[in-house]
């Protein structure tokens, strides 16, 4: 295993299919792509532990493991609450996330016959390497995003006995309906028309409110579908969608991480001067967008000062400033403070038995993007979120809940 870390960066999708189950994507903000659609987290799993309303979903990130064949498709799912007096600093309150895995062989995706190849930190990346990450063109034109894999007969049949002579990968699985407003599981339904689901009383009561009511006895009497409906559902409850990029951290930045003992004064010299060359990483950011990211760590930085972990996260950052992930299982998180990081007592085992380890990083940028840095004093934010899994990545049929933790920024002045 190499020590190089992998970096998400946030981009525009530049066709909406790419952003959908079978590309396996990793992703920010929408809807989930659910990677097994019949075995979705519980509306009570997302559902927020404080507030009770349902968490928003925050990013999924692709993240196979080829030696591992439980695993070989492997995607964790990270909701939060937008509510800020549901979190506590330096806690795991206000997060949850889930880990998903198919083996090759599965009723959902047709197994393509590639081998994957390269070392695990290429099959992470969506576009710089390695065969899985190449999106499944061929799986998508056979089937959609949430059926399973039937061949698809005029006459029903057909299809029967087909499924029947291709054995066990063929089961028939009915996807789990999806609540139209946020995408997670949706167990209830419109009592009116009966066509559309929901996770929870509190995005049927939303739906119904931003032009449900306009559509219900039209999609009852089936002069409408949902289709047609002329909102979105999704509007003020999903962040906004971006793909997510993984590239290897740059070189200079691990040096950095060996620890050349350069004065302070120096580093941050050059960390200006860096700033101002405008050598940033080209994806798709706006100058405004930049210095967006920037404020985001000025920010953080003015309270921040005297506290040498987080003079270190910034360095380490500035070769990269607009990295929203850092992904290396098994790895160090980077923290952003001396204070507030999860203790080993903090970080329970799978519920396997076996212990968790880190896996990935979800950085402060994150919040200009989602355009969580705008919204007034009272808007959710971190200085890093960090992922633990399990170290075995057990594999069970549906979702295992694995751990996150906030850490924020020291207050200390
Ligand atoms: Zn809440
Ligand atoms: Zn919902
Ligand atoms: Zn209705
Ligand atoms: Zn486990």
């Known amino acids: 295993m190499t020590g190089k870390v992998e970096l998400g960066f946030v ?23 659910w990677l097994d659609p019949t075995h979705l987290p519980t509306s009570e799993q997302t559902a927020c532990r404080v507030c009770g309303l349902p968490r928003t979903f925050l990013l999924q990130v692709y993240a196979p493991l080829e030696d591992t064949p439980s695993a070989f498709h492997r995607t964790f799912f990270l909701f939060m609450c937008l ?90 699985a009915e996807p789990t309906p999806l609540c139209v407003v946020c995408g997670s599981a949706g167990p209830k339904k419109c009592s009116r028309c009966r066509t559309v689901h929901y996770c929870s009383r509190h995005h049927q009561t939303l739906d119904w409110r931003n032009g449900h009511k306009l559509f219900c006895s039209d999609l009852a009497g089936g002069r409408c579908k949902q289709q047609d409906v002329t909102y979105d559902p999704s509007y003020r409850v ?53 210095k967006r990211v920037e404020s985001v760590m000025e920010k953080a930085e003015s309270g921040t000062m005297s506290d040498k972990v987080f003079r270190a996260f910034r360095r380490r950052v500035s070769f990269e400033p607009e990295q929203v992930i850092r992904y290396r299982r098994g790895g160090v998180p980077l923290l952003v403070s001396r204070d ?35 919204v007034s004093e009272a808007s959710v934010d971190w200085g890093t979120v960090l992922i633990y899994t399990c170290s075995t990545s057990c594999f069970s049929t549906g979702c295992c809940v694995e751990f996150a933790w906030k850490q924020d920024f020291s207050a200390s002045k």
């Open 11 to 33: 981009e525009k999708a530049e066709c909406p299919e790419e952003l959908t189950s079978p590309y396996f994507p990793s992703k920010v903000g929408g809807r989930p792509a």
């Open 83 to 172: 509510n800020p007096s549901c979190h506590q600093k330096n806690s795991a309150h206000g997060f949850s996330v889930f880990r998903c895995q198919l083996p090759k062989t599965n009723s959902f995706y047709e197994d393509s016959g590639e081998e994957s190849s390269g070392d695990e930190s290429a099959s992470i990346g969506s576009e710089s390497t390695g065969a899985t990450s190449e999106p499944r063109v061929d799986i998508f034109s056979t089937q959609t995003c949430f059926s399973p894999s039937q061949p698809e007969a005029v006459d029903g049949s057909t299809a029967v006995s087909e499924s029947l002579k291709q054995g066990p990968s063929t089961v028939v």
């Open 238 to 290: 999903c962040l906004p969608e971006f793909l997510l990029v993984m590239e290897e951290e740059p070189a200079a930045a691990m040096e950095e991480e060996e620890g050349v003992d350069r004065g302070e004064e120096d580093r941050m010299r050059d960390y200006h001067k860096f700033v101002k060359s405008g050598k940033y990483h080209d994806h798709d950011a706006s100058r405004s967008g930049k």
């Open 340 to 374: 507030g990081a999860p203790q080993a007592a903090d970080i329970p085992p799978c519920l396997c038995g076996a212990k968790r380890q880190f896996e990935f990083q979800v950085m402060p940028q994150l919040l200009y993007y989602l355009k969580l840095d705008t």
